[in-house]
């Protein structure tokens, strides 16, 4: 990719085949595209900035079905942890493949990489395979009202754990209230909330359930304050309460030790998924010993849980990470691209307020707070020049991007917000 200032936007504008391809998967898909990586759900504004549809892959770029090559600062919302395509992952995988992959029996594999991941994970005394990171949280639901033999869950404000029914909201199509009227709701950072609740319901509460740290869409993301986390464990453990940590976005990018350890404290359950397997279709779940005989009395499994090849690419996968300090770099390079980012923001009198952590940061611009509308904008002229990043939900900061890559990322910011700024001659620009 060669970055040609004034000249790239034109280059990325070409979404005949995806648009083609969309109206055929409207006919016979529903919404055409469903669900986060669907124009709707996706929240990409303008969507005629965006292409729908991808051909291929490799590193830290996509190429959508139009020729058009970008850097990619999402990572397939996540999935993408070591780079599309790593060959090391591919090779374990596919080895794998041509051994065996779904078959009548369990397959080795397992053993080996459940061991690996309870060596690994400080909290974990065991692991359990799924798919999803859905599979992850219902099964780390289940697991404490089967232990406690209580009902209430309580979730933090703006929580997103899956779409099992009881992670929905009532009001949401196809949920009723029997699904949701056992969830409890507190603020983030907030462990007189959860006090106050486990008065009001003294022995009810099974459950605490939070990401590590707080990133729900189209808010700023929030750290722990300090003593958050021990303040919660101190509370479950004087009420028999199980605290469930939902890993599933942040897993293998802050510690690969899990994201309880980057922050000094032990999940009784944990859960995983996204960066796990490099791309490949596997989610996990661990816990601590005294949780386990919960989980063996629970019916839970699917036909595609137990397949080798994900799970050898998630144990290629780990591996891997330990090996190149995966956390450590995708923390510099997330480092790297925003403050390059906040610079040439200030340089044309915008303020990009970046919050979260490196590895998948959160921005927008606090120019028009509360409107979203610039910082919408931007990403859209972002997209236009090559770099696919969204307005409203965190990115996630590529292991493999080269320097020149990040400089790419720089130079098509700077340009976006000169557009944006000539667009825009009344904004609110800072001195
Ligand atoms: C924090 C969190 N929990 C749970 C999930 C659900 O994972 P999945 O979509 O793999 O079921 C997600 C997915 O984005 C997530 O970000």
Sequence with gaps: MKFVKGQTESLYTNHTKSQELFARALKVVPCGIYGHLGPAEGCMIPVSAYPLFSDRAKGSHIWDVDGNEYIDLMCAYGPCSLGYNDDDVDAAALAQLKRANCTTLAGDVMVETAEYMVNTIPSADWAFFAKNGGDATTFAMMIARNYTHRKKIVMVKGWYHGVAPWTQKIGYGGII?????????????????????????????AAFISTPYYHPTFVDNELPAPGYWQKIREICDKNGIVLIIDDVRCSFRLDVGGSDKYFGFEADLQCYCKAIANGYNVSMITGKNKFKGAAEGISYTGSYWLSSMPIAAALATVKKMKEVDYAGTIKKNGLAITEGWKKVAKDHGFDLKVTGEPAMWYARLANDFPSTILHQEWTAEMVKRGVFVTSHHNNFAPFAISQEDIQYCWDAADEAYKVLAERHPDANFIK
């Design 177 to 205: 209230e029997e699904d949701v009227c056992n969830n409890l709701v507190v603020e983030w950072n907030k462990p007189e909330q959860f006090e106050a609740l486990v008065k009001k319901y003294p022995g009810q509460i």
